[in-house]
T-cell receptor, first 110, second 116 residues
């Protein structure tokens, strides 16, 4: 069964800093890898989806990379802002299901 | 505006009581999903439905039941058999059954269930 791990569990950075969130998965036979954002008490919002044939996707200040062979994905956030404070979850899409990590709680300090 | 709505936002359950969480979507999506989220754990799949009148168990279906009588609606019932129901419940939908190359899931705002 697919297992997804996210490190670190929590991260606090000063505004303006670049940062990297990590996601690892045990089964490399994935269709896609997706990153979501979750604000407290809210649902999930899709940020980036990387197809298995791709190595990275970019949207604004966000860049996500995928290395299937090593079972890893990273989410890079450039020039962080207080509005980026949220929990970030990755999901490995295998077979018919999404397998979610436990998330990284990010706090950007003004 | 298209989207997914969940109600209520908060729900309280008494011992031995069944409660039903509502999920409605107007995205014309075929597939719908229910997840449970607990602190320190990732989302876990309870049930999913790829088409009307059909649904499959996820990883933690025990103590839950669903129905899919209409494409737009996928209610989840938390039965008295679920001994630890306190959690945040998220409903999601996707356009096509299964997972395709460009597939993604769209999530509702969630329902928090608390036990009295």
């Amino acid at each position: 069964k697919q297992e997804v791990t996210q490190i670190p569990a929590a991260l606090s950075v000063p505004e303006g800093e670049n940062l990297v969130l990590n996601c690892s998965f045990t089964d490399s036979a994935i269709y896609n890898l997706q990153w979501f954002r979750q604000d407290p008490g809210k649902g999930l919002t899709s940020l980036l989806l990387i197809q298995s044939s791709q190595r990275e996707q970019t949207s604004g200040r966000l860049n996500a990379s995928l290395d299937k062979s090593s079972g890893r994905s990273t989410l890079y956030i450039a020039a962080s802002q207080p509005g980026d404070s949220a929990t970030y979850l990755c999901a490995a899409i295998t077979g018919n299901q999404f397998y979610f990590g436990t998330g990284t709680s990010l706090t950007v300090i003004p | 505006d298209g989207g997914i709505t969940q109600s209520p936002k908060y729900l309280f359950r008494k011992e031995g009581q069944n409660v039903t969480l509502s999920c409605e979507q107007n995205l014309n999506h075929d597939a719908m999903y229910w997840y449970r989220q607990d602190p320190g754990q990732g989302l876990r799949l309870i049930y999913y439905s790829q088409i009307v009148n059909d649904f499959q168990k996820g990883d933690i279906a025990e103590g839950y039941s669903v129905s899919r009588e209409k494409k737009e609606s996928f209610p989840l019932t938390v039965t008295s058999a679920q001994k630890n129901p306190t959690a945040f419940y998220l409903c999601a939908s996707s356009k096509h059954p299964g997972v395709g190359v460009q597939e993604t899931q769209y999530f509702g705002p969630g329902t928090r269930l608390l036990v009295l």
